[in-house]
């Protein structure tokens, strides 16, 4: 399996490509591309890249419980590039500040995952019962009740 910066970086090389995200379109709308990283848990991470007014918003995808049946995703906001810091720099320059940008935003999105202690499986912080058991163990190893 590729290095979650390998698997970014021909990503975003196909997007500014296709796509040309790193350049201010005249009639913007907002478009979301979505990135899911590889081999780093069962439940793959997606983060996203917005393409709106302001610039080029980069998050993740969270997923909040209404209830037990079915969890809402949503969008966690995490940075902002600007358009004139963008138009600001060369082509590669631009492309070098998307990567590290989603590079951090990933990074800091897998910090935040742990490994249960009973299953050994890697969870989101939505997913936690307490810092070493996700919600799926904890019924059976804790009595809790959810």
């Known amino acids: 399996m590729k290095s979650t910066k390998a698997q970014a970086v021909r990503w975003l090389s196909r997007l500014i490509h296709k796509e040309k995200i790193d350049m201010k379109d005249e009639k913007i709308r907002d478009e979301t591309f979505l990135f899911t990283v590889e081999g780093f848990c ?3 991470p997606v983060f996203f890249i917005c393409r ?3 610039g080029l918003q980069f998050g993740y995808h969270s997923f909040k419980e209404i209830d037990p049946s079915r969890p809402a995703p949503s969008k966690v906001k995490r940075h902002l590039i600007e ?6 720099g060369s082509r590669e320059e631009r492309q070098e500040k998307i990567l590290n940008t989603l590079v951090s935003t990933i990074r800091s999105r897998k910090k935040q995952y742990r490994t249960c202690q009973y299953c050994s499986i890697k969870f989101p912080p939505e997913q936690r019962f307490n810092q070493k058991t996700c919600q799926n163990c904890a019924p059976s190893r804790s009595h809790a009740v959810h």
């Open 83 to 88: 358009w004139e810091m963008l138009e600001s």
């Open 52 to 54: 709106d007014e302001d």
């Open 42 to 44: 069962e439940q793959k």
